[in-house]
């Protein structure tokens, strides 16, 4: 009997249903684009789009409180979990073992030498817990395992104040005005796609310490 020494986790089964439906879209996505590899998937991209768009529908409709609503839900996770479990064992066969493979299909390869070099997943268990002081309140996640050295980063910003996510750059965007932040392990970073206003620049330094010192800004105009 074959052993796979690298396999699809299955921690996205114990996630909530909001974040089932984000990594849904990472695995149709990753599946389409590797859709070679897969020749007989147990659902097909169309059906797992069909069943993460139903998990995303019954969240909206259980928000009603209605037990019918409730139920629905109930149904709706336990048809995306059966789909995903199945579609991501049987990735993980097609790998052989080969974690490229795995996380390419949107599915979080299993511990091995090579995890430090995998991006972080969705963080499970996201929450915020007010305070009685004022103007305080904290932020938690779980902790990521399978990963080494991740660094926890957290936003918060007031409403009107955009923060989009590209790649390895935060954009806030606040009345049409753009701060971009790289966040790396390397020394030195690119920034790409930035307006050709004159922008500010400044880096610092972060470890379990927490954050070092901003070093005094540099302005550059891109072309």
Known sequence: MMTLSIKALLTFLKTTPELKVTFGKGVITGLGATIALFANLPFTILQ?????????????????G???????????????????????N??????????????DAGFVASKSSSSAGLFPTLFDGFRLVTSTVKGLFRAFV???KGFKNITYVFVASPVGVTITQINNTL???NAGISTYIKIGTAHGVAFSNVNSNL?????????NKGMGPMNTSLPVTAQ
């Open 199 to 207: 922008l500010n620049v400044t880096a610092f330094g972060v470890n």
């Open 142 to 144: 779980n902790p990521l």
């Open 48 to 64: 797992l789009t069909g069943l993460n768009n139903a998990l995303n529908t019954a969240i909206a409709n259980a928000a009603l």
């Open 171 to 173: 954009v806030v965007t």
């Open 66 to 88: 209605t037990k019918t609503a409730k139920a629905t839900l109930r149904l709706a996770v336990k048809d995306w979990n059966n789909a995903f479990r199945l579609t991501a």
């Open 90 to 103: 049987y990735v993980s066969v097609c790998a052989e073992g080969i974690e490229t493979v795995i996380v």
